[in-house]
């Protein structure tokens, strides 16, 4: 499954971005699976919680993908 996530930032934090997409409840359970390895970013596995994504990024966790894009007003 696949997903846009529009941001109005430069970036949004790795686990921020979990929480924002409604993929992990708390920012605790975020920080458990991006230190574990549960998360691929732009097709590479990334434990940095505080990794700051970008338009045009790419985030996957299981088999649900997040595409990151500037939002249009």
Do not use: H, W
């Amino acid at each position: 499954m696949s997903e846009n996530i529009a941001i109005k930032t430069e970036f949004i934090k790795l686990d921020a971005l979990l929480k924002f997409a409604g993929i992990c409840e708390t920012g605790g359970i975020a920080k458990e699976v991006i230190q574990n390895g549960g998360v691929c970013v732009n097709g590479e596995v990334c434990t940095m919680r505080g990794k700051k994504i970008r338009p045009g990024d790419t985030v996957s966790i299981d088999d649900y993908t997040l595409n990151i894009e500037a939002f249009q007003e």
